[in-house]
């Protein structure tokens, strides 16, 4: 990662052909496009790569999550079930519906717990949020037969895992609807954007008026459509839609060359005392973006961190993350809002105070505590194995 790394012709042709018509805008305009309509054959194409017969791309990753829970109804104080570790978008989606987001341990995969999500259940929990946290696979059958067995709506958090899959069956197509994002840092990227999968066709109309403040999307005329309820604008533009169809191309492509990155760095570490690496439900289904490990505890962690840093190599710390860890997301355990009224964690009248502790998940803080990534990327110099080696030489002469 990321795709930006391998930007060439292609996406030049691509999106030459969009600036040809001078049509940016992705419904409309059929006299002048030239039968050109890069978002919705982008779309097409993308249902086929992941096995779904519809996709509807959006404007980002975030706006996905978004636009899937408001397909799937979720409203003010419904429960929503996800990881403790993930970027803050998907709670931040959750607290946007009104809806109360409920954290979930994460196992050895790094990903949402399937033995704790039962816990975790409740009779306002209205859908359940796994995440394919950097690049690898949730524990999906798993979390697929808990979800089952309660009746309750899977919404796949694929941002950081498009290209991945279990045993052939891509992620994103387990649960009622996946998301994903092309953000500047994601593998597959369009500058921002995102997509959301499904096969239902009432989930795809609910979420394809949705996100275009509610058109319907019936006629020629998009602004004589009728409404069927309030919606916003989530869409994406066919500047995006022509770099997505070029990215796409080159997803295969980008993913084998980060799992032979990986492959030789996870070599290259193994020597190091004690270094356990995380988890992977199919190995096969790695998109590879990141080599994550575990130390025997915190100590010799942030000394292997220290080491890394001395040397020059990227190792994240991410127990020290404020982007995606919950005991460091401050402005959701300090309830902070631009709200005058306190909302969405403060409703007047007393309905309700959302807080969340921040020793909330023991389990997970220590696993996090022992935990390391190393970031892959699709072309990586020389100098990084280097790099590398002296950090396993160094770290194996320490003990």
């Known amino acids: 990662m990321p795709g930006y790394e391998v930007l060439g012709e292609e996406e030049k042709k691509q999106i030459l052909e969009v600036l040809e018509t001078g049509v940016l805008f992705r419904y409309g305009f059929a006299a002048q496009r030239k039968g050109r309509y890069k978002v919705e054959e982008f779309e097409k194409k993308f249902a ?54 409920v954290f979930c341990g994460i196992d050895d995969t790094l990903n949402l717990n399937p033995d704790e999500l039962e816990s975790k259940i409740t009779p306002k929990t209205k859908a359940i949020i796994p995440v394919h946290m950097l690049g690898a696979q949730a524990r999906m059958p798993e979390i697929m037969a808990v979800a089952d067995r309660y009746g309750l709506p899977v919404i796949e958090d694929t941002a950081q895992a498009c290209g991945g899959f279990i045993e052939g069956k891509a992620l994103g197509s387990f649960g009622a609807i996946g998301t994903f994002s092309f953000d500047s840092v994601k593998t597959l990227t369009t500058g921002e954007g995102g997509m959301l999968i499904m096969d239902d066709p009432e989930l795809y109309r609910r979420a394809s008026e949705y996100h275009d403040h509610g058109h319907d999307h019936i006629g020629p005329d998009r602004g004589l459509e009728g409404r069927s309820f309030i919606g916003f604008n ?35 570490l193994s020597g190091i005392p004690g270094i356990v690496f995380r988890r992977l439900v199919d190995p096969d289904g790695d998109t590879a973006t990141f080599l994550a490990f575990f130390m025997p505890d915190r100590e010799k962690t942030l000394i292997l961190r220290d080491l890394a840093k001395e040397i020059g190599l990227g190792v994240v710390y991410f127990y020290e993350n404020g982007w995606h860890f919950y005991r460091n997301w401050e402005h959701l355990l300090g ?16 309905i309700r105070d959302l807080r969340y502790p921040q020793d909330l998940l023991p389990e997970t803080d220590e696993r996090m505590s022992r935990t390391l990534v190393l970031p892959i990327n699709i072309r990586m110099e020389e100098e990084v194995f280097q790099k590398a080696e002296r950090l396993a030489a160094e770290a194996a002469h320490r003990g």
Not at 335 to 350: D, L, Y
């Open 48 to 101: 086929e790569f992941t096995g779904r017969k519809y996709a509807l791309a959006v404007s980002s990753g975030s706006a996905a999550l978004k636009v899937a829970l408001a397909a799937l109804g979720v409203g003010f104080g419904d429960e929503v079930i996800t990881s403790a570790f993930t970027f803050v978008a998907t709670w931040e989606a959750i607290l946007e519906c009104g809806a109360v987001p």
């Open 234 to 268: 989530f869409r994406m533009m066919e500047l995006q839609g022509a770099l997505g169809l070029a990215q796409l191309s080159k997803l295969k492509m980008m993913i084998e060359r980060q799992k032979a990155h990986k492959d030789r760095l996870k070599r290259i």
């Open 335 to 350: 309830q902070k809002t631009a709200a005058h009224n306190g909302w969405p964690f403060r409703v007047e009248r007393g």
